[in-house]
């Protein structure tokens, strides 16, 4: 079956424009993750849903971030007034279930540049 | 809380001699740890886990990694590179802890020469 999808795959953003970004995850798949990925460094974890909660959203780095999972599918990471400093690749995951032991499938991420 | 070093971000070696990614943990719990692969323009894969069973770990694409407690380590390994094995490799720790936030390490990226 299909893996994890993201779009767009790359956004050119201006600064001040607000930005959403989509993943669907893979069908059946309770847990889902958004991370931030700068470059060269290793994938930031920003929220993370179980179903259409969110149990965690320490890593969102400021209220202009917002992400939503209203049916417990499809994810939507929301950037308002976005800023240069938001430039990077983000990376959704889905797995299974919520337990440590799973592994996560990864999407092809959304590049976003802010100019 | 928990945390992961790869210190060295990138490794250079030969095609056909073998591959070696270190990484060290730190955790307040019983860590899962894992060893994820990205290849340029594509998704983080994993390519082995340890959770708490045996400790030497088997993978996908001949890799594996041993978790040694008293080291606090996980290094990967791999006898003889091949061309393909370029990527980045990420280690991974999750350590439970009230949460299933996983922690990535920084991540090294193998270089393979002909």
């Known amino acids: 079956g299909a893996g994890v999808s993201q779009s767009p795959r790359y956004k050119v953003a201006k600064r001040g424009q607000d930005v959403a970004l989509r993943c669907d995850p893979i069908?059946?798949?309770?847990?889902l993750f958004w991370y931030q990925q700068a470059l060269g460094q290793g994938p930031e974890f920003l929220t993370y849903?179980?179903?259409?909660?969110?149990?965690?959203k320490s890593g969102l780095p400021s209220d202009r971030f917002f992400a939503e999972r209203p049916e417990g599918s499809v994810s939507t990471l929301k950037i308002q007034r976005t800023q240069q400093e938001d430039s990077a690749v983000y990376l959704c995951a889905s797995s299974l279930s919520d337990s440590l032991y799973n592994e996560q499938f990864f999407g092809p991420g959304t590049r976003l540049t802010v100019l | 809380a928990q945390s992961v070093t790869q210190l060295v971000s990138h490794v250079s070696v030969s095609e056909g001699t073998p591959v070696l990614l270190r990484c060290n943990y730190s955790?307040?719990?019983?860590?899962?740890l894992f060893w994820y692969v990205q290849h340029p323009n594509k998704g983080l894969q994993l390519l082995l886990k340890y959770t708490s069973a045996a400790t030497l770990v088997k993978g996908i694409n001949g890799f594996e990694a041993e978790f040694k407690k008293s080291e606090t380590s996980f290094h990967l390994t791999k006898p003889s590179a091949h061309m393909s094995d370029a990527a980045e490799y990420f280690c991974v720790v999750s350590d439970g802890g009230g949460s299933y936030i996983p922690t990535f390490g920084r991540g090294t990226s193998l270089i393979v020469h002909p």
């Open positions: 849903f179980q179903n259409e909660a969110q149990l965690d």
């Open positions: 069908s059946g798949h309770v847990s």
């Open positions: 955790s307040s719990y019983s860590p899962s």
